[in-house]
């Protein structure tokens, strides 16, 4: 039992690409007993150093778009064209609704059998924060164990789509074509985050509402101020069940990677996520130290007890602590 608190062992196993030891590895980070987070952080300083090349891809959209068919056909395309890949969800209604984390599994029941793919559901719980910063510590250490393709799939309903744009390299949004308001409930700016849109489902009847739908979203996203990096987020259809589509999503992802290498900004975004993720936790802990300092929760209850008896003198009292 010795070696599960020694740090080397996860570094080493992680490295030699060990699924079994990249799982418990993920398992300690995830936990919030303060013992596992030391180990943790040992074992993120312990992998810190290898050579990163991966891709990291966002996808988002409405429960039901086609989400986890589209990693699983996609999938099998990265593999054969040699790419180890990991996929991880950020489900928000994963406390309440387990069942999406059952269903997901079954969705992607040829890539799970993959030994080049790696699967792991959403942590099951915590605060958006909490679950953003096991999110990048397990894209480091899947990243680690030579995982080069990282899919973050997440459910389009609120804030965890905004976080997972800033995790990544790529955001792609899929949507369905012709489900009446052709915005479908993803708000403007989840549109404006996209480096892509893919319209899903483009098959059998809905072939022609896909074609149509496409030619709305390019329209559509024509009208939004240019992307920072300088790219034309692109709108393609595609079928995940009659594997239509796919190798053209895969072609905008190289140009990407490409364009965004060359003009530097592929670096420069990551660079920037780090310094985001860096203030933002910062910020929590800044946050955490002033509300535990004794002195502070003295004068935190004066001030209270103070605005109880009547005073409105909110900014005075601030200025006081
Ligand atoms: N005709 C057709 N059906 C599809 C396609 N892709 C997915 N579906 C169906 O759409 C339904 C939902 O697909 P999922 O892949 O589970 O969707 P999801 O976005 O992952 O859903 P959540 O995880 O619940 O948010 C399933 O019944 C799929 O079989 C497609 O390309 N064509
Ligand atoms: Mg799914």
């Known amino acids: 039992m010795i070696k599960l608190n020694n740090p080397s062992y996860y570094i080493n196993g992680v490295l030699a690409g060990n699924i079994s030891i990249l799982s418990r590895a993920i398992t300690i980070i995830e936990s919030a007993l303060p013992a596992h987070q030391k180990i943790a952080q040992q074992i993120l300083s312990g992998i810190a150093k290898h050579n990163n090349t991966s891709f990291r891809l ?56 993959e030994k080049n793919v790696f699967i792991r559901p959403s942590p099951s719980s915590g605060t958006l924060g909490g679950v953003a910063k096991a999110t990048y510590e397990t894209m480091l250490l899947c990243e680690a164990a030579g995982y080069d393709f ?47 849109i893919v319209i899903t489902k483009a098959d059998g009847a809905n072939i022609n509402k896909a074609n149509s739908a496409r030619a709305e979203y390019a ?24 594997n239509k589509g796919l190798e053209q999503v895969y072609t905008i992802l190289d140009n990407y990677k490409n364009y965004v290498t060359n003009n530097g900004y592929f670096f420069q975004k990551r660079k920037n996520q780090l310094l985001d993720i860096f203030h933002y936790f910062l910020l929590e802990k800044a ?17 209270i007890e103070s605005i109880n008896n009547g005073n409105t003198s909110v900014f005075n009292l601030i200025n006081n602590i």
């Open 58 to 113: 966002g996808i988002t959209g409405v429960p039901g778009v086609g989400k986890s068919t589209f990693i699983e056909s996609f999938g099998k395309i990265l593999i054969q064209k040699n790419y180890k890949i990991a996929v991880l969800a950020i489900d928000p209604s994963s406390n309440i609704s387990k069942g999406s984390i059952l269903g997901d599994k079954t969705r992607m029941e040829d890539l799970s059998k």
């Open 219 to 242: 329209h559509a996203l024509h009208l939004f101020p240019p992307n920072l990096s300088g790219w034309i987020p692109q709108v393609l259809t595609c079928s995940s069940t009659e």
């Open 150 to 196: 990282i899919i973050i799939e997440t459910v389009g309903v609120g804030q965890s789509e905004t976080m997972v744009s800033q995790l990544t390299d790529f955001f792609l949004l899929l949507m369905l074509a012709g489900a009446g308001d052709e915005l479908q409930g993803i708000k403007r700016g989840i549109m404006e985050l996209a480096d892509a």
């Open 287 to 303: 946050r955490e130290t002033f509300y535990n300092n004794e002195q502070n929760k003295n004068k935190i209850a004066l001030a």
